[in-house]
T-cell receptor
Framework: GQNIDQPTEMTATEGAIVQINCTYQTSGFNGLFWYQQHAGEAPTFLSYNVLDGLEEKGRFSSFLSRSKGYSYLLLKELQMKDSASYLC??????????WGAGTKLIIKP | TAGITQAPTSQILAAGRSMTLRCTQD?????MYWYRQDLGLGLRLIHY???????GKGEVPDGYSVSRANTDDFPLTLASAVPSQTSVYFC???????????????FGEGSRLTVL
């Protein structure tokens, strides 16, 4: 079967770095996405990984290891506006997205 | 640019009544999707359409129907609403994944539905 796990909630301090992990099990793989969702708003695209390694995009980076079924989203220089839920989603062999339940990130001053 | 538009943004509905949630996109995306999002469960796919004229069932299709008469519109209908259909509904669209496209989803702002 297919399964995605990510922590339910994390807390970090403004200006610090936080890593949000996502582990998955799947028989087919066509990429892994990270989305950001502020409370009461729609999810918005952050990153896409299909090959192993690190993709950097400003303060946000995403890492993928296909052999380990593991990805993480790294947020640097945290700002209060980064308080949101972060959704990990796996694209399976049929190009369908399997979503994790999301990690609620709380940023404290 | 409008992107993807949903209506209504919020609705309270009596159980047993029917309701259609509207979704329109202007990005000429082939694929469109309806998700529901409930606390602690993440996004669950209700129905999808890979191209105009075709639809498919997602993870939780029961009690819902869709149509895709053209590229831009993808309405979701609840024929006889039940309280368990109280949720936030998101419509999304994407280019067809593959051939250089990631299949990144663009979401509407959501429709909050309460069934009493």
């Amino acid at each position: 079967g297919q399964n995605i796990d990510q922590p339910t909630e994390m807390t970090a301090t403004e200006g610090a770095i936080v890593q949000i992990n996502c582990t998955y099990q799947t028989s087919g793989f066509n990429g892994l996405f990270w989305y950001q969702q502020h409370a009461g708003e729609a999810p918005t695209f952050l990153s896409y990984n299909v090959l192993d390694g690190l993709e950097e995009k400003g303060r946000f980076s995403s890492f993928l290891s296909r052999s380990k079924g593991y990805s993480y989203l790294l947020l640097k220089e945290l700002q209060m506006k980064d308080s949101a839920s972060y959704l990990c989603a796996l694209m399976d062999s049929n190009y369908q997205l399997i979503w994790g339940a999301g990690t609620k990130l709380i940023i404290k001053p | 640019t409008a992107g993807i538009t949903q209506a209504p943004t919020s609705q309270i509905l009596a159980a047993g009544r029917s309701m259609t949630l509207r979704c329109t996109q202007d990005m000429r995306h082939n694929a469109m999707y309806w998700y529901r999002q409930d606390l602690g469960l993440g996004l669950r796919l209700i129905h999808y359409s890979n191209t105009a004229g075709t639809t498919g069932k997602g993870e939780v299709p029961d009690g819902y129907s869709v149509s895709r008469a053209n590229t831009d519109d993808f309405p979701l209908t609840l024929a006889s609403a039940v309280p368990s259909q109280t949720s936030v509904y998101f419509c999304a669209s994407s280019d067809s994944p593959g051939a250089g496209n990631t299949g990144e989803l663009f979401f509407g702002e959501g429709s909050r539905l309460t069934v009493l």
